[in-house]
């Protein structure tokens, strides 16, 4: 474990995904003031020892009360410098966190907007920011009527940000029944929709639906798969470019690699890009990473996600570093 004086400024790392992560380049990066990185993770690992000079254990991320009431303990003598928040799971706590301590996060709100996808499609369609048709539902029969004006195929997903989880592709309808009945198994015991439940509890955010019986379906976006990704500096937001996503063929939601610069003509760039800033502008992030995943066909653009956090995915972070000379995860702990 690293000897840094517990006197020194401390960076709360919360939830991240560890593999690849720069502990000693942005330790190193603090222009030779001491910065102490605290890990807070569930179930932190002794092999992490040599990259953080704190580790502090907390509950699974969906226990968002329990975790929040852990770090206000360890912290209510004296606040972090900064909260590192670039994963799915540690935005919750930790928007609610740097809420209460006065420092620099998305607020829950914009959080709220980003992990719940049903409040993140009206905002967006309200906006006019382009989305597929969507609709919330909870039987079968609902889809159908969906399907009858929209036609198929069509998608159906879990309201809680769930990195494809619960996430079916509905060909046809003779699909129907078994695709609705198969996610609605699986909603009850969602990690994902627990985490979305405990954190609008402890923001007092209303979700507009419930979680473990409603969900999405929606109109399946054809077209080019394209993600915008960068950082918001308060709200100015700073892309590190547009990269066109390979996708797995059946079903298509798992990305398989991606392609830094995306093949498109200049125009369209900015374009893609427009329609990014677009997105994250209307859920209210600020102070935070983005990514937006978005399609491009016959309709135009059209947003799919709107994540508050970097893209993390295997390589990311050196594909970007070679295309724009920026390592997204150190200039995000900066």
Do not use: W
Not at 289 to 294: D, H, L, R, S
Request: hydrophobic share 45%; with cysteine; proline share 7%.
């Amino acid at each position: 474990m690293n000897r840094t004086s517990e006197a020194s400024p401390t960076l709360l790392v919360l939830y991240p995904y560890l593999e690849g992560f720069p502990a000693r380049e942005i330790a190193a990066a603090a222009a030779g003031r001491p910065l102490r990185l605290l890990l807070a993770d569930e179930l932190p690992a002794a092999q992490h020892d040599q990259a953080f000079d704190e580790l502090l254990e907390l509950p699974a991320p969906e226990r968002v009360a329990e975790s929040l009431e852990v770090l206000r303990r360890r912290f209510d003598r004296r606040a972090p410098a900064g909260i590192f928040l670039q994963s799915e799971v540690g935005l919750a706590t930790g928007a609610l966190l740097a809420r209460e301590l006065g420092l620099s996060a998305p607020p829950p709100e914009a959080v709220h907007a980003c992990v719940n996808k049903y409040l993140s499609r009206r905002l967006l369609a309200e906006a006019g920011v382009p989305v597929p048709p969507f609709a919330l539902v909870q039987e079968a029969a609902q889809v159908r009527r969906f399907a009858r004006e929209h036609g198929y195929p069509l998608v159906l997903k879990a309201v809680a940000s769930s990195m494809s989880r619960l996430v079916s592709l509905v060909a046809a309808e003779q699909e129907v029944e078994e695709a609705v009945a198969g996610l609605q198994r699986r909603l009850p015991g969602s990690a994902d929709l627990q985490r979305l439940a405990g954190f609008a509890r402890a923001a007092g955010l209303e979700t507009g639906c419930d979680p473990f019986r409603q969900f999405l379906v929606e109109g399946f976006a054809e077209g080019q798969p394209v993600e915008c990704d960068g950082l918001l500096i308060g709200t100015r937001a700073c892309s590190f470019g547009v990269l066109e996503q390979v996708l797995s063929r059946d079903p298509p939601f798992f990305f398989e690699g991606y392609l830094l610069p995306a093949e498109s003509a200049p125009a369209a760039v900015e374009l893609m890009r427009g329609v990014a800033e677009a997105a994250v502008r209307t859920v209210g992030l600020v102070d935070a990473g983005f990514a937006v995943e978005m399609r491009v066909g016959k309709d135009g653009v059209q947003v799919i996600e709107v994540n508050g956090r970097l893209g993390l995915d295997d390589g990311f972070a050196e594909m970007f570093q070679l295309y724009s000379g920026v390592q997204p995860m150190l200039a995000a702990a900066r």
